[in-house]
């Protein structure tokens, strides 16, 4: 069983979330819930097969396994073609990609604001075909290896 598993059952009563809720939540978080730990209502949010914490309204996010602090820079740069974007935004999902507004959609890819996919240097953003997943697919990493690498981001 995977670590985030284990923090999900855990806490087996999932608070509702607001509309301000969401609003903590950088877009590189495939899924999340709300749960009261010690009389606090926090954000749990799943970040590879780890869990993150943090407390509303802080925007901090803590490893919660090592408790170690997640620095916004290293949420940002998991962000698939964040270096060829400007004014970005990590929680709304906004940018700008050739001086054309875009966003990053529930569905995992960049889309433009007609709908129309994004390709950055001619390849497509759909599903997982970020710079990582692509050099890793290309690359054939070894499970461990991608593991090993999250964890150095995580510490």
């Not at 598993?5 to 607001?18: F, I, M, N, R």
């Not at 993150?52 to 073609?81: A, F, H, Q, R």
Request: aromatic share 14%.
């Amino acid at each position: 069983m995977i670590f985030w598993e284990k923090v999900l059952l855990k806490y087996p009563t999932k608070l509702q979330a607001s509309e301000e809720d969401t609003e903590y939540l950088p877009i590189v978080f495939s899924e999340w819930f709300i749960a009261y730990d010690q009389g606090e209502r926090v954000i749990f949010a799943r970040l590879y097969d780890n869990c993150v914490w943090s407390v509303p309204p802080s925007k901090t996010w803590t490893n919660y396994d090592t408790s170690n602090e997640i620095s916004l820079e290293t949420l940002t740069d998991l962000v698939p073609y964040f270096h060829q974007l400007t004014n970005f935004d990590l929680y709304t999902g906004r940018a700008k990609y050739n001086n054309k507004d875009v966003i990053w959609t529930p569905i995992h890819q960049w889309k433009y604001c007609n709908n129309r996919t994004v390709h950055f240097n001619g390849t497509l953003t759909e599903g997982t075909n970020s710079e990582h997943s692509s050099n890793k697919a290309s690359n054939k990493s070894n499970p461990d290896e991608d593991t090993a690498q999250v964890e150095d981001l995580l510490r």
